[in-house]
């Protein structure tokens, strides 16, 4: 059996597609499965057992010797929630009682980190776990899972073997649910849709004109091959940075999203949200090199190539994954 956390979300959901497509059918979902938006995600799916995610250590500690893999990418992933004690909760003290388990059971396991915990950028995107301590994030989201990242490589009894999968800008089908948090290739999509129009961030950094933030945009479908890839690979632990290693700009994103949609361009600018102005990424881009000297030799697609599919094969038709 292979278990997946977060599982009714937009990663996990996807994750469970592609096992089920190399007959991985022996599928455990875990998740607060009382989110009914969240309920698509998993029709149609091949799955063994579904379980709540306040019943999973009960139900590992019956049933772990049938366990050969655990992906946890359950957590609490909007970037404004400021509870510290929710962040705790799900993203720090969840996920080492998920590690514990992985290593009192020998089960391997890939978690998810964020580069959100790159915060400003100021020390690069480099996947290097001899800085990961010096990382300052801009969120309580993204400090969760530096600490979680920086708790994981303290300890001294792990996983046979483990990977944190520090994930960039995702996109893709299945991330419908994720309202104000979904990516901004499904925002654009949507604005387009009703308005004719988008409307991008205004740049408050002297830096950067209107339109030209960048930011590392990785396909779900990429992410899921990586997955995969690790799930069989079982060698070289650590913590591992999850894009393409090539940023675009924001107007990359919206002219690729006109185009798909056959759409003449119509972009304005507004200013960019007083809440998370301050904290406001204006670059990222992930170093790859780790990831592809381990052996993952699969090419990336590009902006245009994820765009182009996720729009005219599920956002214009209204599919899931």
Not at 27 to 55: A, H, T
Not at 107 to 133: C, M, Q, R
Not at 162 to 174: E, M
Request: aromatic share 14%; charged share 25%.
């Amino acid at each position: 059996m292979i278990v997946v956390t977060g599982a009714a979300g937009f990663i996990g959901s996807c994750l469970v597609t592609r096992l089920n497509a190399d007959n991985f059918n022996d599928i455990v979902v875990v998740d607060n499965f009382s989110i009914s938006k969240k309920e698509p995600n998993l029709q149609g799916k091949r799955i063994k057992e579904y379980v709540d995610r306040m019943d999973f250590f009960n139900w590992l500690d019956k049933n772990y010797e049938e366990v050969e893999f655990i992906f946890h990418l359950g957590a609490r992933t909007d970037t404004t929630e400021f509870n510290k004690e929710i962040l705790d909760s799900l993203n720090l003290d969840y996920s080492k009682k998920v590690w514990m388990a992985c290593c009192e059971y020998q089960i391997p396991l890939v978690y998810a980190s964020s580069a959100a915990t790159y915060g400003s950028g100021a020390l690069g995107y480099d996947d290097d776990e001899n800085i990961i301590h010096l990382l300052r994030p801009l969120n309580p989201y993204g400090d969760s899972k530096n600490e979680f990242d920086k708790w994981a490589l303290a300890q001294t009894a792990k996983p046979f073997f483990w990977a944190g999968l520090k994930f960039f800008n995702v996109y893709g089908p299945n991330e419908y649910h994720k309202s104000r948090m979904a990516s901004v290739v499904l925002h654009a999509y949507n604005q387009i849709t009703q308005n004719g129009s988008l409307e991008l961030f205004r740049s408050h950094n002297p830096d950067f004109a209107d339109g030209e933030q960048k930011r590392d945009f990785i396909y779900i479908k990429d992410v899921l091959e990586v997955c995969y890839f690790l799930m069989h690979h079982r060698q070289n632990s650590g913590i591992y940075n999850l894009g393409t290693g090539k940023a675009r700009t924001f107007l990359d994103l919206a002219f690729n999203t006109f185009t798909a949609m056959g759409k003449d361009i119509n972009i304005d600018f507004k200013d960019t949200p007083a809440d998370i102005r301050d904290n406001y990424q204006y670059f990222t881009e992930a170093n790859m090199q780790k990831l592809r000297s381990i052996g993952y030799t699969r090419p990336f697609h590009s902006l245009e190539e994820g765009i182009k599919e996720y729009v005219q094969e599920y956002l214009i038709p209204n599919k899931y994954f």
